[in-house]
């Protein structure tokens, strides 16, 4: 599982590019990050089996209702939190309903999913971290995405580097909470 060695590669194209105006405040949320979450430092809880790929498009759902996840090319062990960093930032950048964003999250932890306790609490203290790298990640790669094309930015990449912006401003508890 490289969660963050592949939000650490997306700063590391965004730096190899040439300037760009949207790319302050990419950096500034990732400097707030901890070490581990950018791929400095070993993740401090137990590695779990993990998808390695977990997005909305990898889930399908069987004639019987079950959901299933496929395309397990980058299974492998880590912090199951990195499987749902993807949809957490989506939904926490505006770009997944609410009820979609609810309904993902309830089957996954029907479906015994290591990352959140399945009991219903609050899933942001362990998602948040990931959930902000995928964010910077996702903000790198439409910036070094976007000058490659010399293109502006589109509204969604847009949106990614705005809740860049405010993630900076809003440093994370970067005491690690672990999974259950």
Not at 36 to 51: I, N, Q, S, V
Request: negative net charge; glycine residues 6%; contains cysteine.
């Amino acid at each position: 599982m490289r969660g963050p060695e592949k939000a650490a590669r997306a700063v590391a194209r965004l730096r190899a590019a040439a300037p760009h105006p949207a790319a302050s405040p990419v950096e500034r949320a990732w400097a707030v990050l901890p070490a581990w979450a950018r791929d400095e430092a070993p993740h401090p809880g137990p590695p779990h089996l993990c998808h390695g790929d977990l997005h909305l498009g990898q889930l399908v759902r069987t004639p019987a209702g079950q959901w299933l996840l496929i395309d397990i090319d980058d299974l492998g062990t880590g912090d199951p939190a990195w499987d749902l960093a993807r949809p957490a930032a989506w939904y926490a950048c505006g770009l997944l309903l609410p009820e979609e964003w609810t309904r993902f999250l309830n089957a996954y932890r029907a479906a015994g999913g290591p990352a959140v306790p399945a009991d219903g609490s609050d899933p942001w203290p362990i998602l948040d971290v990931p959930a902000r790298a995928l964010t910077v990640q996702t903000a790198a790669l439409a910036i070094t995405k976007a000058m490659a094309a010399e293109r502006a930015l589109d509204e969604v990449e847009e949106t990614f580097v705005d809740a860049c912006r405010r993630m900076a401003a809003v440093p994370p508890d970067l005491a690690p909470t672990g999974t259950k």
